[in-house]
């Protein structure tokens, strides 16, 4: 009996994930013609929300704990913070839906969950407020402006759906962040070729419980570094009825293609056991693309 390859209940991809719940929210034509009869008036007043935002994240005590800041900011880190924000002040309001802009904000999330380059935890309820904070100053700011009733109303339905996507997407980020921390085995997994000057690093460390599959670990692996995918897994569709209902239900699951090498403990597993095999205590990973 071959050995089991097979890679099932990923994450959606964060590009896919993206437009899949820009087109759920409705963040069509008409949202965002109506966001950009706004977007003249909040950007007049850019400078005032990433002032005015940080300015309230230092004066409340768990977000000024939260930043390291409880005996006074960091000049440095609050420039590096100002800076972020403002990037994604005028990305947001020039209504961007790029492929690149999902990423970005996937990667955001992997911040929040303590994996930037500070390694600043910000628990999800704190963004998802701060993402309600930014709306009601939008609304704040177009009233001050004397904008109409109506395009205000407008304005902030569509600006609700769009941001509100924006948190999904960073939700998704943190997600998997948080996942590869889950486990009490910590697996090295280390890489070769290619895939260094990819994902930037040798080796990451994915976190399972024991007796857990390979999967398991690739999964958490493959959600986190979602770029790999399209070079090193083949999705494989699988159809099935689901107990009584009329309906098919089809699931995605994935393959490693052809010449890439998945390693434990040095052991190809292609030929030794495959995906469902178990992980200990002192295990490692090893995943090869093909050539050099």
């Given at each position: 009996?071959?050995?089991?390859?097979?890679l099932p209940n990923l994450e959606p991809e964060p590009?896919?994930?993206?437009?899949?719940?820009?087109?759920?929210?409705?963040?069509?034509?008409?949202?965002?013609?109506?966001?950009?009869?706004?977007?003249?008036?909040?950007?007049?007043?850019?400078?005032?929300?990433?002032?005015?935002?940080?300015?309230?994240?230092?004066?409340?005590?768990?977000?000024?704990?939260?930043?390291?800041?409880?005996?006074?900011?960091?000049?440095?880190?609050?420039?590096?913070?100002?800076?972020?924000?403002?990037?994604?002040?005028?990305?947001?309001?020039?209504?961007?839906?790029?492929?690149?802009?999902?990423?970005?904000?996937?990667?955001?999330?992997?911040?929040?969950?303590?994996?930037?380059?500070?390694?600043?935890?910000?628990?999800?309820?704190?963004?998802?407020?701060?993402?309600?904070?930014?709306?009601?100053?939008?609304?704040?700011?177009?009233?001050?402006?004397?904008?109409?009733?109506?395009?205000?109303?407008?304005?902030?339905?569509?600006?609700?759906?769009?941001?509100?996507?924006?948190?999904?997407?960073?939700?998704?980020?943190?997600?998997?962040?948080?996942?590869?921390?889950?486990?009490?085995?910590?697996i090295p997994c280390t890489v070769y070729g290619r895939?260094?000057?990819?994902?930037?690093?040798?080796?990451?460390?994915?976190?399972?419980?024991?007796?857990?599959?390979?999967?398991?670990?690739?999964?958490?692996?493959?959600?986190?570094?979602?770029?790999?995918?399209?070079?090193?897994?083949?999705?494989?569709?699988?159809?099935?009825?689901?107990?009584?209902?009329?309906?098919?239900?089809?699931?995605?699951?994935?393959?490693?293609?052809?010449?890439?090498?998945?390693?434990?403990?040095?052991?190809?597993?292609?030929?030794?056991?495959?995906?469902?095999?178990?992980?200990?205590?002192?295990?490692?990973?090893?995943?090869?693309?093909?050539?050099?």
């Amino acid at each position: 009996m071959a050995p089991q390859l097979e890679l099932p209940n990923l994450e959606p991809e964060p590009q896919q994930e993206w437009r899949r719940m820009l087109r759920f929210a409705g963040w069509d034509d008409a949202a965002r013609e109506a966001a950009a009869r706004s977007a003249e008036t909040l950007l007049a007043r850019a400078h005032d929300l990433v002032v005015g935002t940080y300015d309230y994240l230092l004066n409340v005590p768990e977000t000024a704990e939260i930043l390291g800041w409880e005996h006074g900011v960091d000049p440095t880190h609050l420039e590096e913070r100002r800076r972020f924000f403002t990037i994604w002040v005028a990305r947001t309001l020039g209504m961007d839906t790029s492929d690149e802009f999902a990423m970005y904000l996937f990667r955001a999330g992997k911040f929040h969950a303590g994996h930037g380059p500070r390694h600043i935890h910000t628990p999800t309820g704190y963004v998802t407020a701060s993402i309600g904070l930014v709306l009601a100053s939008f609304a704040r700011y177009m009233r001050e402006a004397n904008l109409p009733a109506r395009i205000i109303a407008e304005a902030m339905d569509a600006w609700s759906r769009y941001l509100t996507v924006q948190s999904n997407q960073m939700a998704l980020g943190y997600r998997v962040a948080q996942a590869m921390e889950k486990g009490a085995l910590d697996i090295p997994c280390t890489v070769y070729g290619r895939l260094r000057p990819m994902l930037g690093v040798q080796e990451i460390h994915v976190h399972a419980e024991p007796g857990a599959p390979v999967s398991d670990l690739l999964g958490k692996f493959f959600n986190y570094f979602p770029q790999v995918r399209a070079e090193a897994l083949e999705p494989v569709w699988q159809s099935s009825e689901d107990g009584p209902s009329l309906w098919t239900k089809v699931e995605t699951r994935y393959m490693p293609r052809s010449g890439w090498r998945v390693l434990l403990n040095g052991r190809d597993l292609r030929y030794n056991g495959g995906l469902t095999s178990p992980v200990s205590d002192g295990d490692t990973l090893a995943i090869f693309p093909p050539g050099r």
